[in-house]
């Protein structure tokens, strides 16, 4: 890890396009400007993990309810286009 020290209105830069400013301290809290691509997503590390365990189990849901699908896909195969059994017929 780097560890910089900065006054308030100081940048640090990160590649050419990512500023970081410090824009204010009291006491403990310190105050941060970010300025970044609009394709560079920035969180606070609690959100972005929150985010990611949200993605996580959106995935599940998506491959359970996909288990799901296929099973009636299953079911409907079996059945003719009017709900009849597909197969061997009653009638003799």
């Known amino acids: 890890m780097l560890v910089l020290t900065r006054l308030i209105n100081e940048t640090i830069m ?3 396009s990512i500023e970081i400013t410090i824009v204010d301290v009291r006491g403990d809290k310190v105050r941060v400007g970010i300025t ?3 394709s560079v ?4 590390k609690e959100v972005y993990l ?3 365990q949200a993605n996580v189990e959106a995935a599940q849901a998506d491959a359970a309810a996909a288990d799901q699908l296929a099973k009636v ?3 409907l195969k079996k059945k003719g286009p009017e709900g009849e059994s597909k197969g061997k017929s009653g009638a003799s």
């Open 73 to 75: 896909g299953d079911l």
């Open 14 to 16: 990160i590649g050419d």
């Open 50 to 52: 929150a985010i990611k």
């Open 41 to 44: 997503p920035v969180h606070r």
């Open 36 to 38: 970044a691509p609009n």
